[in-house]
């Protein structure tokens, strides 16, 4: 049987090539094509009929055809009398279709395979994984490994393991990787050093730090000994997660094992220790590790400078800086950085102009932009807008950032007209605003109940380029529901889904609340439940609203349902709630209950307020219980809190109402000895006591 090649991919070769195949042609020199298939004798092939062999076809398979020219040989070949493709036919085919991604193919040729009855080897398994690793598939690299086993009577080794372990932590699939590991396992494959390292790395991106270092004792069960590799994945992972005191252990067993860390780890232990404010430890594992003969680099006088920074710590910081080989931008920027966060402005200036720039360090955006947020944060705005002129005259240009930085500042402080200014440099500048400062606006305009403008900028978000996201919408919806725009407000909650952005709890809490303050109670319920059904998690701001709003109604035993609820979902409840319900209960005149969920609020490790307290007394005395309102009156003075105005105003009240005047002006007295002063309702209801008594003492007298 003849085999005619089409090369449509390679127009250059296909000549060539139909020279080869051509019986009445003869070429008139060789080329590339030819010298690589001469070793075929293609024309005596072609004149001796002798079939394509399956050594042949791998020749040819190899050569760079296309995937169409490449099928078309392999079945062309298949259908040859007496022929049957061997497993490196197969396996050469499926190299090339892996490449492209050609995944459907290669299930049919691997069915093709075991009809054929041809033997499986590991070798393919491990070339077709690593390919659903390039494109993205971790799921499907999974499953072959299972089907290896159950499908084609493969038995994989620890390499089809450690491959598949790989390719789901590359693809961020972390979760399934243990799994995997403990079928391996279960199977009585015996894992390598490298098996655990990807596993532990695996359960480190989870946050299943313990899970990854009992994993390190279970080594040696295995006959594997940890090395340099998987030390630095736990002490990475332990002083992520703020437990440098494992991390420096780890370190030590390091040293132990002979295993030699890196500077990275190094990094790893001091920025621990730095986030711990350890700064003295970290300078000493700095010493340890120049002994070693280890360069620290930037990172690493970077952590330090910048946990002596966040400490006050700036002066130690300055000195570090002076003692670095070789700093740069980033590491002048933290301590700029240090100096601005501790009020020292001037000196920040100095070190810019005065040592960085004469060092020959280039301050970047990040330079101007911590200077300028430093002061915005302490509210010396004019200050901020004389440095970005200064830093414009020296011929630095400022961006995007700078600007929304000092929009921020005035939005915050309500400076409506100075932010337009600075809007109106930007644009001057060719500048343009950025999500974050239409926020910043559109908050400012919401607060200041200037919906319309808000509104209005939100209209020009898209058409300048830029997309709403939560924080635009929850602005607006904040400004509408503020403004008793109701339907508006859930007109634009509903738009928020078309236009791709996702509700959070503050959008369901601003307008749950909302509902709650029209008393519209059924609605709030409802939004309730679609927060739910959205799968967002309702908090503390919610709960105390809806119990607060049932307590309002009487409804305080389903406040205490909801409150109950809180806790059963692990949401732990603040004083304010406890508060809410502890004045429901006192209103509908339960106050023992009160008393009761006081001593049980207690018990939970909350400590009462002067709130707490206020409601309790104010329930006591409604009920003509002064005697125990006075005992707790005592009791939270013992516990060092103070009284306040509705503390006294309460009681001084309850004492004329019972005609215990003398006992009122010495509960005053001693009040003002111990710093209270009255308000116009404690004089309001002394006198109101005193008129009512004359005028009684007059009526009895006539």
């Known amino acids: 049987m003849l085999v005619c090649l089409k090369i449509p991919s390679f127009p250059l070769c296909s000549t060539a090539l139909e020279n080869v195949f051509n019986n009445n042609s003869e070429p008139e020199s060789d080329t590339e094509w030819e010298r690589l298939l001469k070793p075929f004798d293609i024309k005596q092939l072609q004149r001796s009929l002798n079939p394509i062999s399956p050594s042949q076809l791998c020749k040819l398979l190899e050569l760079p055809l296309d995937i169409p020219t490449s099928m078309e040989l392999f079945e062309r070949a298949g259908a040859q009398k007496g022929y049957f493709h061997s497993f490196n036919v197969y396996y050469i085919l499926i190299d090339k279709l892996g490449a492209v991604g050609e995944f459907k193919i290669i299930d049919k040729l691997l069915k093709q395979m075991k009809e054929e009855g041809i033997v499986f080897k590991e070798s393919l398994f491990l070339l077709i994984m690593k390919y659903y690793g390039k494109a993205g598939l971790p799921g499907q690299a999974t499953r072959l490994l299972l089907d290896m086993w159950g499908v084609y009577s493969c038995y994989p080794t620890f390499k089809s393991y450690n491959v598949v372990l790989e390719i789901l932590v590359a693809g961020n699939c972390p979760r399934v990787a243990p799994n995997v590991f403990y079928d391996m396992l279960s199977r009585g494959i015996s894992p390598t ?71 990275q780890t190094f990094n790893d232990v001091i920025h621990g220790l ?19 003969g280890f360069s620290a680099d930037a990172l690493t006088y970077g952590y330090i400078m910048h946990g002596l920074c966040r400490m006050g710590q700036v002066d130690e910081a300055r000195a570090l800086l002076n003692k670095i080989p070789h700093p740069n931008t980033v590491l002048y920027n933290t301590l700029i950085n240090g100096y601005v966060a501790s009020g020292r402005f001037e000196e920040a200036k100095d070190l810019l102009y005065n040592n960085m720039v004469i060092a020959g360090y280039e301050p970047d955006a990040f330079t101007f932009n911590i200077m300028i947020n430093g002061l915005c944060k302490k509210g010396y705005l004019v200050s901020a807008l004389e440095f970005l002129n200064e830093m414009v005259m020296k011929g630095f240009e400022p961006n995007v950032i700078t600007y929304t930085i000092l929009i921020n500042g005035f939005c915050k402080q309500g400076r409506l007209e100075e932010a337009a200014e600075v809007v109106n440099g930007m644009s001057a500048k060719g500048l343009s605003l950025n999500t974050v400062g239409y926020n910043c606006l559109i ?18 978000m898209s058409s300048n380029g830029c997309k709403p996201d939560i924080y635009t919408f929850n602005s607006l919806i904040y400004g509408l529901c503020k403004n008793d725009k109701m339907e508006e407000a859930l007109g634009l909650y509903h738009d928020m889904f078309l236009e791709g952005v996702i509700a959070n709890t503050v959008t369901y809490n601003t307008l749950i609340h909302a509902f709650l303050g029209r008393d519209s109670i059924q609605q ?34 389903k406040g205490l349902g909801l409150f109950e609820e809180m806790l059963g979902k692990g949401i732990f409840p603040s004083i ?74 309460t009681l001084i009240s309850r004492h004329c109402y019972e005609g215990l005047f003398n006992d009122a002006c010495l509960l005053l007295f001693k009040g003002v000895d111990n710093g209270f002063i009255p308000n116009e309702i404690t004089w309001s209801i002394l006198v109101n006591y005193f008129v009512k008594g004359i005028v009684k003492r007059s009526k009895t007298f006539f």
Do not use: W
């Open 193 to 263: 050093v490298h098996t655990f390292g990807v596993v532990m790395k695996a359960l480190c991106m989870i946050n299943e730090v313990d899970s990854a270092c009992s994993l390190l004792r279970d080594m040696t069960k295995h006959g594997c000994v940890p090395n340099s590799i998987i030390y630095q994945t736990l002490i990475h992972a332990l002083s992520e997660n703020n437990r440098v005191n494992e991390a420096m252990k780890l370190l030590e067993e390091m040293f132990l094992m002979g295993c030699e860390p890196d500077v």
């Open 576 to 649: 304010n709630s406890c508060n809410i319900l502890i004045n429901g209960f006192c209103r509908i005149g339960k106050v023992n209950d009160a008393l009761q969920f006081l001593r049980d609020m207690i018990h939970r490790g909350l400590t009462p307020d002067i709130v707490t307290y206020n409601c309790l007394i104010n329930g006591l005395c409604k009920f003509g219980r002064v005697q125990e309102a006075l005992n707790l009156f005592n009791r939270l003075q013992a516990e060092g809190i103070r009284p306040d105005a509705f503390t006294y105003n």
């Open 443 to 460: 908050s400012a305009l919401c607060k200041d109940e200037k919906i319309q403008d808000a509104l209005q900028m939100y209209g020009e």
């Open 524 to 557: 709030a319920f409802k939004l309730v439940d679609e927060m739910l059904f959205r799968g967002c998690p309702l908090d503390n701001i919610t709960y105390n609203g809806l119990i607060k709003a049932l307590c309002k109604t009487g409804a305080v035993e």
């Open 274 to 292: 730095c986030k711990a404010s350890r700064i003295h430890e970290a300078a000493k594992l700095l010493d340890r590790m120049l002994l070693r």
